[in-house]
């Protein structure tokens, strides 16, 4: 690898700051692949055009290094310090770390940012000359007493990026009232360990609250996320602790009527702690104050429907409970046992989505075709279209369209869990839409209705319109593929 601080500073416009200059002379002694797969390159992103909007974001924003699909990690001065983005070869825009000195801990690590080609440490067969360049590289940051710097709040890149104002969001703002727990799910808690009591009575509470800024400052000293903006690929962003024992998700699109998104900015939506992974390093009691075998033998006297066993071809046993814990925030638990452990998470459980927002209002995509074929059957849950009783109503007499239901009703997509819980019909209808292991609703339709060009070069049906005269048409197709999906897997 070359550095050369005085071309580098000719290409970004700027000078490269000191303590990234000097980190950079002493990587040019290292080979590609010893400390990650990348190249040591300046990148003027003001100069570019790839990424949306970067007339605006590109003049505070400068690429240090590019990973093999061309994405490109850069330093955002937007905000002081200055974070380390990730600006992504399929449009992604996210935040890796808080400051340059941040990133190299992380790097250093092996942990704390998605960015496969770093974290060379986690891979089962690292070579020696990887082991000798990161103990090197470990050896560099404590000689130079390299510390992350304090800071106000993160910073969403995301959402600067998509045209919300350069600012860090200070954790812990909103102060909650206590949440309400179902009496259950209180029995349930009172024996557990306090960490895991903790992270599963704060599920369902958006990243801005105190008690969590509080529990993740604890577990994995620094905030959580405040906000993921309005990125193509970001819906959720991860945690970890470092000894392995409890991994949280926060998520900004939880597909469940009881919890719409929040907006803390033009673009930025605040995320919800959305769940809780538990590993087998975890040394607390999960259930009942108890652990291991004991704790599972109480879980099959006390839930006995609930709890499977499996034995697999190599002789091993696992056994899995699947169980509502809180009916009034729907959460779940599910745990699994093996001779390594138990393992799990809870979370808020969830639909799966059949078509986004987008396609979800496009008539030749099918949704609210879809919803129609379910309507008439009685196979569409009302209780997901409060609020919309007369449109239904309407669509039942064929008197309204399925595209005033997808227009009034999908904002946030179409979801398997917008019809009843019949045998077979959430999974066929998600299998249908995305075309896993069967059917296809798209192919269908443009066998029925030709096909054309679409937006994107994909061919796509041509169906613009949908009046009561091509119902039957299309439903005897949705009932064929309906009724032999149930043929070929019969519900258990």
């Known amino acids: 690898m070359e550095f050369n601080a005085a071309k580098w500073g000719d290409e970004i416009g700027r000078p490269v700051p000191a303590s990234m200059a000097s ?26 055009s790839g990424w949306d909007g970067m007339e605006r974001w590109g003049a505070t924003t400068w690429g240090f290094m590019r990973l ?47 960015v496969s080609e770093l974290c060379v ?51 812990g703002q909103k102060q909650n009232t206590a949440p309400i727990f179902s009496t259950s799910y209180l ?31 604890q577990l994995f000293g ?20 470092k000894k392995g024992a409890f991994q949280l998700s926060f998520s900004r699109n939880v597909l469940n009527q009881k919890y719409p998104p929040v907006a803390i900015g033009k673009k930025a939506v605040c995320p919800y702690l959305s769940q809780v992974h538990v590993t087998e390093n975890c040394a607390e009691p999960l259930f009942f104050g108890l652990q291991g075998s004991a704790m599972w033998q109480e879980l099959e006297r006390r839930f006995p429907e609930n709890v499977e066993q499996v034995t ?57 075709l879809f919803a129609q074929w379910a309507l008439e059957h009685g196979w569409l849950d009302r209780t997901m279209f409060v609020g919309h009783e007369a449109l239904l109503d309407a669509m039942a007499q064929r008197q309204a369209r399925p595209s005033q239901l997808a227009q009034a009703a999908f904002g946030r997509g179409m979801w398997d869990t917008h019809l009843l819980d019949i045998p077979g019909l959430r999974n066929f209808s998600h299998a ?6 069967w059917g296809w609703i798209t192919d269908d339709l443009k066998k029925l209705f030709g096909k054309r060009e679409g937006r994107y070069g994909h061919d796509e049906p041509v169906l613009d319109d949908d009046p009561p005269e091509i119902y039957d048409k299309v439903f005897s197709k949705f009932k064929q593929q309906f009724e032999a999906y149930k043929k070929a897997k019969p519900a258990p």
Request: charged share 25%; hydrophobic share 40%.
């Open 312 to 368: 697999g071809e190599d002789g091993q046993t696992e056994k899995s409970l699947t169980l509502l814990i809180d009916e009034l925030r729907d959460i779940e638990l599910v745990l699994w046992t093996t001779d390594e452990g138990t393992r799990g998470y809870a979370n808020i459980v969830e639909g799966r989505a059949l078509a986004s927002s987008v396609s979800a209002q496009e008539v030749h995509q099918g949704a609210g």
């Open 187 to 217: 029995a349930l808690a009172k024996d557990m360990g306090p960490t895991w009591q903790a992270l599963c009575n704060a599920l369902g509470r958006t990243a801005d609250d105190a008690d969590i800024a509080g529990l993740t400052q």
């Open 121 to 171: 440490l986690e891979d089962d067969e690292i070579e020696d000359c990887q082991q000798k360049a990161f103990k090197a590289f470990k050896s560099w940051l404590t000689k130079n007493k390299i510390k992350a710097p304090a800071i106000s709040g993160p910073f969403d890149f995301s959402a600067y990026a998509d045209g919300d104002a350069p600012l860090r969001l200070v954790p």
């Open 432 to 437: 249908y839409f995305h075309h896993i292991d």
């Open 68 to 114: 093999p699909d061309g994405s490109v990690i850069a330093l955002c001065e937007a905000v002081e310090p200055p974070a380390v983005v990730y600006v992504g070869s399929e449009g992604e825009l996210k935040t890796l770390a808080e400051s340059f000195e941040e990133f190299l801990l992380y790097w250093a690590e092996g942990e704390g940012m998605d």
């Open 222 to 241: 620094k905030a959580p996320p405040q906000s993921i903006g309005n990125a193509k690929y970001d819906d959720t962003v991860g945690m970890y602790d």
């Open 23 to 48: 980190f950079f002379e002493w990587l040019t002694r290292f080979d590609y692949g010893d400390l990650g797969y990348f190249e040591l390159t300046p990148a003027n992103l003001a100069r570019s």
